[in-house]
């Protein structure tokens, strides 16, 4: 029993390249989700999919950030442009959609730093 | 925008001690979770409640859920420096359908237990 995967692990770019992280949820989930954690915060939630529509993004997520989910298994998180701003841990979970108990479980995360 | 207020934000405390953790909202919850977070992982599910006054035991760990699903609380019992991490709260909303979408946490609380 595999859970979320992603990768890289870490990335540390300059400012104004682009970066893309990957992310594998368990296979059966139909829904995964991409979050945001800086340093002493909780996650703040970037953009979910079920299956391969994307149904929410939030205003965090600006014109440089675009996430796919192409055929409904893995994900991948685009930043173009990055900027100092951008450093954070990015989080990835899945879950089943019909679960009521509405569990998410989350992947190691993708340490950006960008200098 | 739904917001969950946990407190403290940081707890120090010797081995053997008890401690309390409190995640408030104003808002009401279809379910709520507590993780758990080493430094450089993602948060790991420690429990799911879903019903108002659901008391769950962990072991040494006590969850509950408030009766009327806006607040809970993460009791640990006799400390030990093993459960030292981040232990954040997680809220889920009914969002149509059969579906729960995204989590909103709180900023999470930094525990960290003296031998």
């Known amino acids: ?115 | 925008t739904q917001l969950l207020e946990q407190s403290p934000q940081f707890l120090s405390i010797q081995e053997g001690e008890n401690l309390t953790v409190y995640c408030n909202s104003s808002s009401v919850f279809s379910s709520l979770q507590w993780y758990r977070q080493e430094p450089g992982e993602g948060p790991v599910l420690l429990v799911t409640v879903v019903t108002g006054g659901e008391v769950k035991k962990l072991k040494r760990l006590t969850f509950q859920f408030g009766d009327a699903r806006k607040d809970s609380s993460l009791h640990i019992t006799a400390a030990q420096p093993g459960d030292t991490g981040l232990y954040l709260c997680a809220g889920a909303q009914y969002a149509g359908g059969t579906s729960y979408g995204k989590l909103t946490f709180g900023q999470g609380t930094i525990l960290t237990v003296h031998p």
């Open chain 1, 1 to 115: 029993d595999t859970g979320v995967s992603q990768d890289p692990r870490h990335k540390i770019t300059k400012r104004g390249q682009n970066v893309t992280f990957r992310c594998d949820p368990i296979s059966e989930h139909n829904r995964l989700y991409w979050y945001r954690q800086t340093l002493g915060q909780g996650p703040e939630f970037l953009t979910y999919f079920q299956n391969e529509a994307q149904l929410e993004k939030s205003r965090l997520l600006s014109d440089r950030f675009s996430a796919e989910r192409p055929k409904g298994s893995f994900s991948t998180l685009e930043i173009q442009r990055t900027e100092q701003g951008d450093s954070a841990m990015y989080l990835c979970a899945s879950s089943l959609v019909w679960d009521y108990r509405a569990q998410q479980f989350f992947g190691p995360g993708t340490r950006l730093t960008v200098l």
